[in-house]
């Protein structure tokens, strides 16, 4: 679904898997759920008062798991930033992109265009 100049407010749960939120606020106290899948949250959506309740799924909360433990881990640091910054460039590390289907679509991720 595309969420176009909507507002979630305070109690609203906000389902990102599937959707694409363009022009978007999110207001303090909404309730972001996520259980891995695709989504897109354009960069002119802002979220005012920063207090956002974020709920994960077992699968989504294992890879923020995983990430925790390798960015604590010696030399694994560079790595999960690449993997999570598209921006992030270091010449030791060559992340492999993840596709969800035949075509070549980019897997689960903040897409921001």
Request: glycine share 8%; proline share 4%.
């Amino acid at each position: 679904m595309n969420y176009v100049d909507h507002t979630f407010r305070a109690g609203d749960v906000v389902v990102i898997d599937g959707n694409r939120f363009v022009r978007c606020t999110f207001e303090a106290d909404c309730v972001l759920t996520y259980k891995g899948g695709e989504f897109s949250i354009e960069t002119t959506c802002r979220f005012a008062n920063a207090g956002c309740v974020l709920q994960l799924s077992a699968s989504a909360g294992n890879v923020v798991t995983l990430f925790r433990l390798l960015m604590s881990l010696p030399g694994t640091r560079p790595a999960v930033l690449a993997a999570i910054d598209p921006t992030y460039s270091d010449p030791r590390v060559a992340v492999a992109e993840t596709t969800s289907d035949p075509k070549g679509t980019t897997g689960a991720g903040n897409k921001t265009n």
